[in-house]
């Protein structure tokens, strides 16, 4: 099984960057699209952008689109969220998935950002923007 390892976390103020990266152990069918999703404290976990990896399609939650960006390195199995422009809202541990299993016939629009569609997780990384 694929395992998924984060980093790249810490504190920023408003308006400052980061750069998260997720490694998967191997690259398989299983890693084929990675996402990235958030969950703050007492929030539902939410996705932020996914990636389908043979063809670099991205997805992105309205709240991410604009200031955030998916990108993937093939040879090193790595995938990694840019996000700009960061608020105190951003706050949150991030998490990478991957190992996703899609229902035939839906958009995959319609399905990224669903947390039962992903096998794999990553331990997280958590991420503060302070105002």
């Known amino acids: 099984q694929v395992q998924l390892v984060e980093s790249g976390g810490g504190s920023v103020q408003t308006g400052g960057s980061v750069r998260l990266s997720c490694v998967a152990s191997?690259?398989?069918?299983?890693?084929?699209?990675m996402a990235w999703f958030r969950q703050a404290p007492g929030k539902e976990r939410e996705g932020v952008g996914m990636i389908y990896i043979a063809s670099g399609r991205t997805y992105y939650a309205d709240s991410a689109k604009g200031r955030f960006a998916i990108s993937r390195d093939h040879a090193e199995n790595t995938v990694s969220l840019q996000m700009n422009s960061l608020k105190p809202e951003d706050t949150a541990m991030y998490y990478c998935?991957?190992?996703?299993?899609?229902?035939?016939?839906?958009?995959?629009?319609?399905?990224?950002?669903?947390?039962?569609?992903?096998?794999?997780w990553g331990q997280g990384t958590q991420v503060t923007v302070s105002s």
């Open positions: 191997e690259y398989s069918y299983s890693s084929r699209c």
């Open positions: 998935a991957s190992d996703c299993l899609f229902p035939i016939g839906i958009p995959y629009a319609d399905l990224w950002n669903k947390t039962q569609y992903y096998n794999t």
